[in-house]
């Protein structure tokens, strides 16, 4: 679902804004961006924008593209600088996504010390679609201007406010005589944008927010609800389908999860939006005899297959944890959304049904949708429901495993059994893969990616997977000792970040939480020499534990590793990092065997 889309794909744009030579040596000097919004009958009419930019190259001649993007709702009314022609072209994102939105280049060549100055003029026609500013940068910018200035007639109801500047961004406002307000960033030195590992960006993007464009979120609702298909009569086809996949389901929430497990298996995610198709579902009849859709189309075809089987099924706009932390009341716009679910009504409870998670486990919630405020159609009216989170406990890894020692090899068999966010991600790897590759991905998973592990007998359930294990790599022979290494702690949502550039806080979208439990057996003729030194931390980032013990011809190893925080402030990623080395470190340590005989 496309909503201000510009705000990513100006993220994004900082890999085609220069193709310098030398990295940083290209900089805007200068940057000015003026917002006009206009009125008529005392309404949002229209929004001018004039942006210019002077780049230059410091060290050597260089090369830039000076850009801006624009869509079936914006015209681009000029761009110009010296030497360069305009290039305009669509923008398509990964074949799946497919949409209005294009990009107005000027390719600029750069001499040494000499400046160019690049210069858009543009209309925002629906002026419900100006509703956040980002303020970044594409290259270092010494110095920009954002101004946003609101007629008289409007100022009153329609203000900006500023979010998540930073100690660079000055924000001001000043009042003409003639009633008209200006809101101004002042900015100098600005890194340019940069997408990072579990990084945060769109969610902590120094922005403006446009605010009262709706006076409140029921006309924000009225609006959207505009754009909605009547669902008033099902199509035969929807209903025959429905019917036949909740056939035998023995209760309601039986019949939800049959529905939403063929949608996502059945309808593949390809989304074709432009103007006002951006917002607007498609009926569910078109959305079965195409067999493709975006967020909104499988949202739109679950909510009619509900509703034919006697489901109170419903629509829901809501914005996804990477997009946007905001609520529908704190920023009553189309931007605060930017994905489309279905929900159930049953009895008290609201069920709520995403089409494009694909394989994963019934009544699964996606973790981008987790705590995320849901605007929830209801008739003329709607509801305002948070999603709810699952608690930590509720995804679990296990390990078991028994083995022994065959010459320099282990040798056992291990049982993996998943619930939760490790379910659903283990059925996702498993179902999305070519049905002659499903094993190797299985493997990997039981491998770790290790190509000195090997596999055999490998069984997958749903649940949980089997296998034999062999591993090449685990013992070492020298002199009359073996060293054997378990590495019981296993990983799979959790790792470290690089610490040398890292600007910006980190976001894990699922909470770590394994267990593993091995039994070796001791090879005739050795005993136990020594064992690692049991390790346990507590704090605020892990509770984890790792501990072997001797028993009668056998060694147990236990582990656990549970994370605590999802959220990793950028001036304490080096703390997180040494905390996950040390279990790392503690979870490679190796016990020795002594041959007695």
């Not at 008739?379 to 022994?404: C, F, I, K, N, Q």
């Not at 490790?422 to 498993?430: C, G, N």
Request: glycine share 6%; charged share 25%.
């Amino acid at each position: 679902m496309k909503i201000l889309s510009l705000i990513l794909l100006f993220t994004l744009a900082g890999a085609y804004a220069h193709g310098a030579t030398h990295p940083d040596n290209v900089r805007v000097t200068d940057e000015v961006i003026n917002y006009r919004l206009t009125a008529r009958d005392g309404k949002p009419w229209q929004v001018k924008v004039e942006k210019t930019q002077t780049f230059e190259a410091l060290r050597s001649d260089d090369d830039a593209i000076a850009m801006t993007f624009y869509d079936d709702n914006t015209s681009i009314d000029k761009a110009s600088a010296p030497g360069s022609k305009p290039i305009y072209r669509q923008w398509i994102d990964d074949d799946i996504f497919y949409d209005d939105q294009r990009i107005c280049a000027l390719p600029l060549e750069l001499k040494k010390g000499k400046p160019v100055k690049a210069e858009f003029k543009s209309t925002i026609k629906v002026p419900e679609q100006f509703s956040k500013i980002p303020l970044g940068c594409n290259e270092f910018t010494v110095k920009s201007a954002t101004n946003v200035t609101i007629p008289a007639e409007l100022a009153a109801t329609i203000t900006i406010e500023p979010r998540n500047l930073n100690g660079n961004m000055h924000f001001s406002k000043t009042v003409s005589p003639k009633g008209d307000v200006t809101y101004t960033v002042d900015a100098r030195d600005i890194e340019p944008l940069r997408s990072e590992k579990y990084g945060t960006l769109l969610v902590a993007m120094p922005c403006l927010l446009v605010k009262g464009m709706f006076g409140s979120v029921g006309d924000l609702y009225s609006h959207l609800r505009s754009f909605l298909p009547d669902y008033t009569a099902i199509a035969p086809e929807v209903g025959e389908l429905a019917n036949k996949v909740t056939q035998g389901a023995p209760d309601t929430i039986a019949k939800i999860d049959s529905i939403a497990a063929w949608v996502r298996r059945n309808i593949r995610y390809v989304a074709i939006e432009h103007g006002d198709y951006a917002f607007s579902p498609a009926p569910p009849a078109q959305v079965l005899a195409c067999r493709y859709g975006d967020c909104k189309g499988s949202a739109s075809l679950i909510k009619g297959m509900m509703r034919a089987v006697g489901i109170d099924g419903r629509m829901v706009w809501i914005g996804t944890s990477g997009h946007s932390d905001l609520t529908w009341e704190e920023h009553t716009a189309r931007s605060t959304g930017n994905h489309m679910i279905a929900a159930a009504l049953v009895g008290d409870s609201i069920i709520y049904v995403d089409g494009t998670v694909g394989h994963v486990p019934a009544g699964y919630i996606a973790a981008g949708i987790r705590g995320q405020q849901a605007l929830i159609e209801d008739g003329e009216d709607y509801m305002l429901r948070t999603v709810p989170t699952p608690t930590a406990d509720e995804s679990e890894y296990r390990v078991d495993m028994t083995a022994r020692i065959l010459g320099d090899r282990l040798d056992g068999r291990t049982c993996h059994t998943m619930t939760g966010d490790y379910k659903a991600l283990v059925s996702q790897i498993y179902d999305s893969a070519p049905v002659n590759r499903r094993e190797k991905y299985i493997n990997n998973i039981v491998t770790r990616g290790n190509a000195n592990i090997r596999t055999s007998e490998i069984k997958y359930n749903g649940d949980s997977i089997t296998a034999g294990v062999d591993n090449a790599e685990a013992v070492q022979s020298v002199g009359k000792n073996l060293y054997v290494k378990l590495s019981p702690v296993y990983r799979f949502f959790c790792s470290n970040f690089d610490t040398e550039k890292r600007r910006s806080d980190a976001r894990f979208d699922h909470f770590e939480n394994t267990t593993t439990d091995i039994r070796l057996e001791l090879p005739d003729g050795f005993a136990v020499k020594s064992l690692p030194e049991p390790f346990a931390i507590d704090d605020e980032w892990f509770d984890a534990a790792i501990e072997f013990t001797a028993a009668d011809n056998s060694v147990n190893c236990r582990s656990r590793l549970r994370m605590k925080q999802q959220y990793v402030p950028v001036d304490r990623v080096k703390e997180w990092n040494d905390t996950l080395k040390s279990i790392i470190r503690a979870s490679d340590s190796r016990m020795v065997l002594e041959k007695i005989k």
